[in-house]
Every structure is written in structure tokens, then in C-alpha cells.
């Protein structure tokens, strides 16, 4: 089964603090997106990545970075975290033709 | 800027037919794709329209008009277990399949 893991399913931090939230794939896709999910606003494109060390800003990169060194992993790196970004996040995975993304389970972060 | 819009809810009974509309207005055009998340889960991939015209799968099927920019997810044989969140998403460039993703339609069967 192919599967997409994202390192914590909750997670609580404080104002200020850096946060680091991992996504690991399995199946050698070349893409790899992080999302945010708030009620009533969709799937919201933060940044993706079409390659090791390849990144583009999605439609809310703001207060956000990535990182991708390694074709499996993409880190989703909030920088001074703020209660604005308390959030589902959810990465995904899906081959060159980016016809049919695949999804981990999903980091619930709170900011306090 | 890049808009798509599904109707937020929808309800039906068991055993009926329902479709979700999405129409969209979006900088590129590569294709429509359509995903089920239930409450509290990951989003599936349920289908994948690039050209003009009907796809099934099983219970479901997807229709893709581009000249209306307009599609639609059909669902047959309505199950209690299709109660769940449905979105559309547009393919909108060709590099890495950036997606861009409406908010979503509710939709609730009952018995």
C-alpha cells in the first residue's frame, strides 16, 4: 500500500516557537505538497516541490518555509509560530503527472 | 487569481443519486480531479478528468465540460458510507501538478 507519514498527528506549541512538521513517501513520487485545512476555506496550497531541492511558493507561503534534501521527505518549517497558524496541515505526494495526489493523515497543530 | 466553486452542502437518501457541481475560473487549465474525505481522515483520490466527457468508476462518475468550465462528481446508489466531504481541484500548471482546491461539499445521506 502506498502511504504518505506525517511525523505527529497533534501537536500543541507555544507563540514564537519554531516548529517543524515531517512528511515521508513511500513511492518515489517526484511531487510533494503541504496544506493547511480550516473549516469552510478547502485545501489551501502552502508550498510543493517538484524535486530535491526544488521548492515553489503555493498560494500561502507567508510565515511558512520547506525543505526537501532528500526525494522522501518534505519539512514544513513555521518560523516564529503564531495562533494564526493553529491548523489541520496535510501533506501529499503524487507522481510526475500530478494527476492523482496521495495524502497523509494529517498534523493537527495548536498554537498558544 | 484562481476560484472554483461547489455548493457547501448536500443531502440525499440512501439508495438515490446525487451530483455535486464545480465550476471554476482558474489562470490554467490541465485538469479536474476529484477527492472524498471523511470526517477526520486523510482526502482519497476518487477520479481524473483532462479531456471533455463522462468517466465512471464503479458507483461513481465524473463529467469534465472545458469550453463551460464546469464539471461534476456523480454519485449512484447513495450509501450511508458516502456521507463525507467531496472536493474539486484544478490542475493548474504542469510543473509538479499544483492543484487548486475548492472548499468543499458536505454530503450527508440518510437512511
Known amino acids: 500500500d502506498v502511504k504518505v507519514t506525517q511525523s505527529s498527528r497533534y501537536l500543541v506549541k507555544r507563540t514564537g516557537e519554531k516548529v517543524f512538521l515531517e512528511c515521508v513517501q513511500d513511492m518515489d513520487h517526484e511531487n510533494m505538497f503541504w496544506y493547511r485545512q480550516d473549516p469552510g476555506l478547502g485545501l489551501r496550497l502552502i508550498y510543493f516541490s517538484y524535486d530535491v531541492k526544488m521548492k515553489e511558493k503555493g498560494d500561502i507561503p507567508e510565515g511558512y518555509s520547506v525543505s526537501r534534501e532528500k526525494k522522501e521527505r518534505f519539512s514544513l518549517i513555521l518560523e516564529s509560530a503564531s495562533t494564526n497558524q493553529t491548523s489541520m496541515y496535510l501533506c501529499?505526494?503524487?507522481?510526475?503527472?500530478?494527476?492523482?495526489?496521495?495524502f497523509g493523515q494529517g498534523t493537527r497543530l495548536t498554537v498558544v | 487569481g484562481q476560484s472554483l466553486e461547489q455548493p457547501s452542502e448536500v443531502t440525499a437518501v440512501e439508495g438515490a443519486i446525487v451530483q455535486i457541481n464545480c465550476t471554476y475560473q482558474?489562470?490554467?487549465?490541465?485538469?479536474l480531479s476529484w477527492y472524498q474525505q471523511h470526517d477526520g481522515g486523510a482526502p482519497t483520490f476518487l477520479s481524473y478528468?483532462?479531456?471533455?466527457g463522462l468517466e465512471e468508476t464503479g458507483r461513481f462518475s465524473s463529467f469534465l465540460s472545458r469550453s463551460d468550465s464546469y464539471g461534476y462528481l456523480l454519485l449512484q446508489e447513495l450509501q450511508m458510507k458516502d456521507s463525507a466531504s467531496y472536493f474539486c481541484?484544478?490542475?493548474?500548471?504542469?510543473?509538479?501538478?499544483?492543484?487548486?482546491f475548492g472548499d468543499g461539499t458536505t454530503l450527508t445521506v440518510k437512511p
Open positions: 482558474t489562470s490554467g487549465f490541465y485538469g
Open positions: 501529499a505526494s503524487s507522481p510526475s503527472d500530478g494527476r492523482k495526489a496521495f
Open positions: 481541484a484544478v490542475r493548474v500548471n504542469t510543473n509538479a501538478g499544483k492543484s487548486t
Open positions: 478528468n483532462a479531456l471533455d
